[in-house]
């Protein structure tokens, strides 16, 4: 079955504790991103990545860092968390970049309370 | 910098009512436009995208519309149904702005 999987799926920590969230998609998707999305400002995209090693950030990268060393996973890595980055989080993956009219698969989400 | 907006923010409406959502984006320099549902604790599923060179799209009893002149895009729901109720966004898809979404209830 074609999906993005993200992991963990819900995650309270505390201030300044290093944390990864996992991406991994299984369709051979060449773009990831990542967004995290809050009450009343909709989706605001963190990071993508056009292929492997090739990432830009997004509107929102302050506080994240994000690695593609291989093409089916994209993990996002917050390393020192605060209680601003407290958030819904999605992976998507679409086929090639999102010029080219295709659809983004997304993620399950991660709920990440930094406390 | 494109911004994308929703409204209503929440529609209420009984089933079988026939019902519009409206995106609205501030530059008309967009590639495509793409409409997803949301369900509660769960991520966004694609509903329809409309590139740019088209004026609608039609999956179902739901049907887009895009005016890039006009910076508009609306999702037309036929005869809801309950099942329908989720939250709805929109998002420019070169850009990837999303719209903060309309929460529609079909009540039965």
């Known amino acids: 079955e074609a999906q993005v999987t993200q992991n963990p799926r819900y995650l309270i920590t505390v201030t300044g504790k290093k944390l990864t969230v996992t991406c991994s998609q299984n369709m051979n998707h060449e773009y990831m991103s990542w967004y995290r999305q809050d009450p009343g400002l909709g989706l605001r995209q963190i990071y993508y990545?056009?292929?492997?090693?090739?990432?830009d950030k997004g509107d929102v990268p302050e506080g994240y860092k994000v690695s593609r060393k291989e093409k089916r996973n994209f993990p996002l890595i917050l390393e020192s968390p605060s209680p601003n980055q407290t958030s819904l989080y999605f992976c998507?993956?679409?086929?090639?970049?999102?010029?080219?009219?295709?659809?983004?698969?997304f993620g399950p989400g991660t709920r990440l309370t930094v406390l | 910098k494109q911004e994308v907006t929703q409204i209503p923010a929440a529609l209420s409406v009984p089933e079988g009512e026939n019902l519009v959502l409206n995106c609205s984006f501030t530059d008309s320099a967009i590639y495509n436009l793409q409409w997803f549902r949301q369900d509660p604790g769960k991520g966004l599923t694609s509903l329809l995208l409309i590139q740019s060179s088209q004026r609608e799209q039609t999956s179902g009893r739901l049907n887009a519309s895009l005016d890039k002149s006009s910076g508009r895009s609306t999702l037309y729901i036929a005869a809801s149904q309950p099942g329908d109720s989720a939250t709805y966004l929109c998002?420019?898809?070169?850009?990837?702005?999303f719209g903060a979404g309309t929460r529609l209830t079909v009540k039965p």
């Open positions: 998507a993956s679409s086929l090639f970049s999102l010029a080219f009219s295709d659809t983004q698969y």
């Open positions: 998002a420019v898809v070169n850009d990837m702005r």
């Open positions: 990545s056009m292929n492997v090693e090739v990432t």
